[in-house]
């Protein structure tokens, strides 16, 4: 039995840490945004002005986040982009890669995944291509990843 090659391109392995990670990601931006640890606004007179404060904090972007303290993602809000606009095309197109690609990011055994949906793995990993060259190309259009 041969060894499944992966991909060695770095852009293909973060894409998929994206993805294996969405719900984390989505987590760690919800907590920042509520974070009170960043200095209040004051006006001119010294004052602290909270709404100021939150309205500034919602529209700036954030830099980074930090996942369990190990990962960082530089970027998060525009990755969250990329991962939305990527399910959004999958579904929208006729065939089944929104359903592969879901099973694979929820780490479902390939085998269960092409004998439920009737397909072959060459045809799963093709359409798992599809998928995650067209979130690189969002990415890149984002200019979250240069190749």
């Known amino acids: 039995m041969t060894q499944r090659q992966r991909s060695s391109e770095p852009y293909f392995r973060k894409i998929d840490f994206i993805f294996y990670n969405e719900a984390k990601i989505r987590t760690a931006v919800a907590e920042m945004r509520l ?3 960043r200095p209040r606004l004051r006006n ?3 004052l602290s002005n909270p709404t100021a404060t939150q309205a500034v904090r919602n529209l ?10 190990l990962h960082e993602v530089e970027f998060p809000e525009r990755w969250l982009e990329v991962v939305d606009k990527t ?3 999958a579904k929208a197109q006729r065939d089944c890669r929104a359903e592969v690609a879901r099973r694979r990011y929820a780490k479902e055994d390939y085998r269960k995944t092409c004998r439920e ?13 599809f998928v995650r060259m067209y979130a690189a190309l969002h990415a890149v259009q984002l200019g979250l990843i240069r190749v």
């Open 60 to 69: 700036t972007p954030l830099a980074k986040v930090s996942l369990d303290g």
């Open 35 to 37: 974070d009170d640890g």
């Open 117 to 129: 949906l009737g397909i072959s793995n060459s045809t799963r990993r093709r359409l798992l291509d």
């Open 87 to 89: 399910w959004s095309w």
């Open 44 to 46: 001119v007179n010294g």
